[in-house]
């Protein structure tokens, strides 16, 4: 008799019947599209109603939304949710172990006591605490932060055994102490004197901390060599108990607590977080190497004590376990406003897309809250691609297939590394005895449990600079160095050698971190994503083409290149912020009149493309509200952002600029934070965002009001109601810039010299684009 499933696979059909009808019929409305399109081209130059070159730039940027809108419907082509039972997995005895990798590297913008509740939330997973082991890497070398792990593993000695009696699941001391926190407790005299002696050993660690800050300075909290230091690896100890697992007063026992700060020097590249995870990596192999590893951002803290009993319910089942590479959770934000105008929920990408991809050959690697199977960062292939192309040919009863061929086919086995020559080994690994070691016994525990192994660690080269030198790290061992997106990258290219992943999403987040709350923070972390996407897009690793001849599906590779070439969303928006109207106020029709049939068709696209995307906001528990949120974002991010990330990586392909990684702001601002919960924009940002937003802006409601004008007077509305419907979509989508430019008072408005400065672009823009379009009109 087989044994209960550790999980189980919901298929949504009816969104499959959904999303597959619509693909097919708004796919038929695009090829009409194209159609009148290129007809135009082959029409009587004297005939034609408008200049080749305005028409042939609104026809490439139609082309290219087509072209990014049909990859993206990769995503929907076969959705899945998943069920887990974590009561079902193996005794404790029986668990394997598990790595915990936080990151950190500036302590201005990423506070320590917000990094030290997120380690300390990891130290509350509800896991054996002997196969438990956290990992800090401090990659400013900050004293800082030192000083806050030490006062941590101090306040953890009492806020573990606390969350272990009474069963708290907000493993986050700073909001299970805040009114947002749901699992206040038991109510009897015990808990509460004893949550508030607690409560009092928090703040202590808390003044620690904050008096440590005043010490070394306000702005001056990194080290002074943040970018040239010495490695230094520490484990926390007991003070008055070396044991690398210390007893408690109360037998409760704590997880190892390991500080890492890698060697830096200004001579040898870091590669960022991508670098610093890869020393832990190394580091972890030494002390503890776990078979498992989970990565956390460093404000992204565990909400559920659960997740990594969830992730086993994945990584310990037979039937998937084999190619398993990682469990993927979702990022969720516990200081999102109910308006969200940022969209920093990222509604689309955890509520659809991975769901989505979910059903194929799992999401994308995430960059925090995923499991990841260690052994699939040493660059082992599976060789299971005839599965994929089966399963792509034979979506519709794919469950079945594999079903089937998993109780036929043998179990699929990585790369025996025990059986590699030595000196491959260290080709591939580095000259580390003690790396290579961990390598060859890669599924077994390795923690050490003496102090002088300990102390010895520190003294290990798998942390410095140099160590990288000649070896296949970031190529093809451990997180890949192509982009700043490392984790896109690394996901990607494990894909392609076989690997599978899978999405979990339980109802109760498992993470919570601190979601973008300004303008300026969400369009840095964007302009960031689109070079590392860009570097991607146009390398050899570009997924439509490198992903192909290699062991992942079509439509996974579809999912990733929409994703890659998002940030070519600059070029469309911002011709159809511009062209249109400038031929507006010249009287160039660039659309089908009203009376013309193909009118209907443009109709048809627009409100196909709006109507889908209300329905999977309704569908995903949004609003009205949400779809205008998302799509404004969209539109401001496409202009600044993405243009800015493409030139930056364009610019760092030809040399004319270093790579640079700008870390998101993780101080709270009360100003900042109290405009965005009233949907307020906050217009304190850089005028190098800001002047393409506003321009644009004042051009439009420009051509708007001018060829209003101008219809009322000529009377041609039919031929250029289209142009006129676009200037007034796009005035309304942006209304809070409008109120930032001309209503608003406060700090958080656009300032008057902006404004000024966009007024005289836009003048010169249509004062230059008219004298061109008279040109081109001869």
Known sequence: MDSLPLHVCHVHKLSILLNRAYLLVHSAALAFLIYYRVSFLFQVPNTRTAPVLPWLLVFASELLLSFIWLLGQAFRWRPVTRTVFPERIPEDDKLPAIDVFICTTDPDKEPTVVVMNTVLSAMALDYPPEKLHVYLSDDGGS????????EAWRFARYWLPFCRRYGIKTGCPELYFSALADDIGFGSSEFMIQRQKTKERYEMMKDSITQARERCGQG???????????????????????????????????PLLVYVSREKRPTHPHHFKAGALNVLQRVSSIIS???????????????????ARKAMCFHLDPKVSNSLAFVQFPQRFHNISKNDIYDSQLRSVFSVQWEGLDGLQGPVLSGTCFYMKRVSLYGSTIDEGWIFLVYSAFLSIADEILRILADCLSPLTPLHFADMDLEELKRSFGSSDEV??????????????????LQKVTQLPAASCSYETDTKWGKEVGFLYDSVVEDYSTGFRLHCKGWTSVYCDPSRPQFLGNGTTSLNDLLIQGTRWSTGLIDVCFSKFCPLIYGPPRNISILETMCYGELAFTPLYCLPLWCFATIPQLCLLNGIPLYPKVSNSFFVVYVFVFLSAISKHLYEVLLTGGSFRTMQNEQRVWMIKSVTCHLYGSLDSIMKKIGMRESSFMPTNKVDDDERAKLYQVGKFDFQTSNMFLLPMVALVILNTAAFVGGLVRVI????????FVQLFISLYVVFMNLPIIEGMIIRKDKGRIQPSVTQLSVIMSILFLFLGSIIISIVSY
């Not at 004293?143 to 030490?150: C, E, K, N, Q, Y």
């Not at 230094?232 to 037998?251: G, I």
């Not at 007077?713 to 250029?720: C, E, H, L, P, S």
């Open 436 to 453: 290579i070691k961990s390598v060859r016994q890669i599924y077994k525990p390795n923690v050490i449990n003496d102090q002088l192994s």
């Open 289 to 307: 190497n776990s078979p498992y590893i989970l990565v956390l951002d460093c404000d992204m803290y565990c909400n559920d004590p659960t997740s």
């Open 713 to 720: 007077f000529v009377g041609d509305w039919d031929k250029m």
């Open 220 to 254: 001056h909290t990194r080290s002074n060599t943040a970018r040239d230091h010495p490695s230094v690896v520490e484990v926390m100890q007991d003070e008055s108990n070396y044991d690398t697992v210390p007893v408690l007063a109360d037998k409760t026992k704590m």
């Open 143 to 150: 004293p800082l932060t030192f000083h806050g792990i030490r």
